[in-house]
């Protein structure tokens, strides 16, 4: 039996709390956070697990085996580096640290320790990335042209991170998942208009093999709308987290061109129409899959695919997406 510890029992902390105490390999064994206010609706939901305000409580425990993290971001890397450094295993909010070099220390003290690290991108173990990645994996789309996503609301307003490092995390794990390529450059702009951060922004990835990818996440928008286009040689994909049924559908449309045998200047186009394929998602929590797999991680003494190097590498384009917006629009190697 695993014994963990939650700092943190805000917005997300009651689903991490639920999800490992609930599972069998696991028990939370005591929870922590500054607010005394939030021990009522723990006592509520969880009679027998018990609250502290202070949170070196679980990070000094001999008690305790691993501590999630599920705090604002920018006390993430003290609270993930106590962990390690009293031995346990650490399961972390999106995104992973505040900085590439923080990251990287946290991986550096993880790996000399043997402890995973795990960060939490939920959507990598949902039903719909899990199918986008088979289909990918099997070609079903062909050679990828583009990778284009739309996450807009209207807030949360955020006051400690703008909306890249709100939003864009998730689709930017998603499209680490599903990309299976080194990003090279990024590119991005992005607006104040509110609190005094940005509150919407664009981001552009080029790839190598021609393959680009674009993210607008905006807090502004009337409407919420998670869509998700994936263009490709044979097929193109349309996910909508937000449809009940048919979240996914596979188009079978494209486009081929040619030149003419008597003027190669002269290019045919030819144009593909076929059947749209809405293939059976898999209907799962996806939280209790992630947490589940943490703890197998641990058993197994082995690295997570959503690991601190995972993290690390939507921290770096986060970071350079960042810099871009500020020097409106450059272009950053990675």
Request: aromatic letters at 8%; charged letters at 25%; a negative charge.
């Amino acid at each position: 039996m695993l014994r963990v510890g939650v700092i943190g029992y805000g917005y997300w902390g009651p689903n991490i709390v639920r999800n490992f105490h609930t599972n069998e390999g696991a028990e939370v064994v005591l929870v922590a956070d500054k607010s005394a206010n939030v021990e009522a609706r723990l006592k509520k939901a969880h009679p027998s697990i018990p609250f502290t305000t202070d949170a070196m409580e679980i990070l000094k425990s001999p008690r305790i085996d691993a501590v999630a993290v599920v705090t604002p971001v920018w006390t993430h890397f003290e609270l993930a580096k106590a962990a390690l450094e009293n031995g346990k295993h650490v399961f972390v909010e999106k995104p992973f640290t505040c900085s590439v070099e923080q990251a990287e220390e946290l991986i550096e003290l993880a790996d000399r320790k043997n402890l995973q690290i795990m960060v939490d991108h939920t959507f990598l173990f949902t039903g719909a990335v899990k199918k986008i990645r088979q289909l990918v994996d099997e070609g079903a789309l062909g050679d990828l042209y583009y990778y284009d996503s739309l996450r807009v609301n209207l807030g949360l307003f955020q006051h400690d991170v703008n909306v890249i490092w709100d939003l864009a995390p998730h689709d930017l794990s998603i499209m680490d998942y599903v990309i299976q390529e080194k990003p090279e450059l990024v590119v991005a702009t992005g607006e104040k208009h509110l609190n005094g951060v940005e509150d919407v922004a664009f981001i552009t990835v080029y790839f190598p093999k021609r393959i680009i990818a674009h993210i607008n996440v905006n807090w502004l928008s009337p409407v919420k709308v998670r869509t998700t286009l994936i263009g490709g040689e044979k097929k193109m994909l349309v996910w909508n987290d937000l449809e009940a049924d048919e979240k996914i559908k596979l188009y079978d449309k494209g486009v081929s061109m040619s030149t003419h045998p008597s003027n190669l200047h002269q290019l045919l186009v030819s144009y593909r129409s076929g059947d749209m394929w809405a293939p059976q998602v898999e209907q799962i929590e996806a939280l209790r899959a992630e947490t589940a797999y943490f703890l197998k991680c641990i058993e197994e003494n082995k690295k997570p695919f959503n690991d601190g190097a995972a993290g690390l590498r939507v921290v770096r384009i986060l970071e350079a997406a960042e810099k871009s917006v500020r020097n409106r629009g450059e272009a950053l190697a990675l």
